[in-house]
């Protein structure tokens, strides 16, 4: 089988879990790393005897190399993504796919003519009893979806002195909690109702308006490690919380809630579906575990077991029952779909593809429209 050639952009937290995923997969070859903070990448690039090169736009003209992985600060994705595709890779984009609805649309549209295949990492899906609950959905066995609820729930930006290249505008977007995580939330939400949300309406909160910058760069979740530091007090432009009550069509209703300030939750995203038949609920700090729930019997807590999922989740866990799996094991499952898709025929659509990320960018639009002028939101939906 040919080994497909793949390059990261990018070696912070998301690009090394990206090196460490594909490296798992038997049909490609991590061939290429790239970071400005080439320190880092040279030690991934020693460490994992991979070349590493100078700048991304060598690897784009390098003809060896068939995908790259963009795992760069989300200001840079559209430009990246742009080039790459002109440059006839397939690419895999960090969510969210870019900071404004357009330059989403305008990434859509190319990939399309290009006949290119692309993937947004809404990889969360990927935990198998999550694909449970998609399954038990799909099977009428929660009935008509009534009630969605949840959040998206961390705590390493509790402090006016955590910082991290998110907060800021110019490199994360106009949106922190709501693009980050909230959009997790919603992927998730719709992926395993099946339902669309229709409108919404949002209410941000930022509860540090400034924020004690440290004068050096500090990487996703890393800024718990400081000491007391030399800070530099900066204006914050990005919300730390939102609240958002919706409408999946006529009859479905919900709420969530995503926040980077909530103590003790390190990367909590819960959803619970109530339906006419029963319920399910899933905790991403339990990730093993489906709680289902009844009316006229006693509930069921299921761990993961492939002898005990559906038959249509089974392929979605790697491992036997009492041996977990979780978020490094989510991306290794994406992957593994994105990479079968390149050279097969047909749409593969069995991952989050740049139409899905366009529809994140689609929500959260309708979701700062909503906040600023304080009103509900009709959100378009293909
Ligand atoms: C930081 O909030 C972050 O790393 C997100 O960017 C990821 O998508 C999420 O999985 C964990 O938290």
């Known amino acids: 089988m040919k080994q497909i050639k793949t390059a990261i952009f990018g070696t912070g937290f998301v690009g090394r879990v990206h090196l460490d995923a594909v490296r798992r997969l038997e049909s490609v070859e991590a061939a290429a790393i790239v970071d400005t903070n080439s320190n880092l990448a040279q030690r991934l690039a020693v460490g994992f005897a991979i070349p590493m090169a100078a700048d991304y736009r060598t690897i784009l003209h390098d003809p060896t190399i068939d995908a790259v992985h963009i795992c760069t600060p989300n200001a840079q994705h559209f430009s990246m993504a742009k080039q790459a595709l002109e440059a006839g890779k397939h ?190 609920a899933w905790d991403q700090e339990r990730p093993n575990e489906l709680w289902i729930g009844h009316r006229d019997t006693g509930n069921q807590l299921i761990l993961k077991d492939p002898s005990l999922l559906k038959p249509e989740a089974r392929s979605y866990a790697d491992l036997p029952g009492g041996h977990g799996e979780g978020y490094g094991d989510t991306f290794k499952q994406l992957f593994r779909r994105f990479y079968a898709s390149i050279g097969a025929s047909g749409a593969g659509s069995d991952y989050p593809q740049f139409a899905d990320g366009l529809r994140q960018l689609t929500i959260l639009k309708a979701e700062l429209e909503s906040h600023r002028t304080r009103r509900w939101i009709d959100v378009p939906t293909p």
């Not at 509790?158 to 106009?174: E, F, Q, V």
């Not at 998730?188 to 339902?195: D, I, R």
């Not at 990005?238 to 003790?264: H, P, W």
């Open 91 to 280: 690419v895999v984009c960090e969510k969210p796919l870019a900071t404004s609805l357009e330059e989403a649309e305008e990434l859509v549209a190319l990939a399309t003519q290009k006949g290119l295949r692309n993937c947004v990492c809404y990889g969360l899906r990927y935990y198998p009893m999550v694909q449970q609950l998609r399954c038990m959905r799909e099977a009428g066995d929660l009935g008509e979806i009534l009630i969605v609820q949840g959040t998206y729930s961390q705590d390493w930006l509790l402090y006016d002195t955590d910082w991290n290249w998110r907060i800021d505008s110019k490199a994360g977007g106009p949106s922190r909690a709501m693009a980050d995580i909230g959009s997790h939330w919603f992927d998730m939400a719709e992926y395993v109702t099946g339902l669309r949300t229709t409108s919404l309406c949002a209410d941000l909160q930022t509860f540090h308006v400034k924020r004690k910058q440290p004068k050096h760069s500090i990487e996703t979740f890393a800024n718990k490690m400081l000491g007391p530091e030399d800070y530099i007090e900066t204006a914050v432009d990005t919300e730390d919380f939102g609240a958002v009550i919706f409408r999946m069509g006529a009859r479905t209703r919900g709420s969530m809630v995503a926040s980077q300030v909530s103590a003790g939750r390190k990367n909590r995203l819960s959803i619970e579906v109530y339906g006419t038949k029963s319920s399910a």
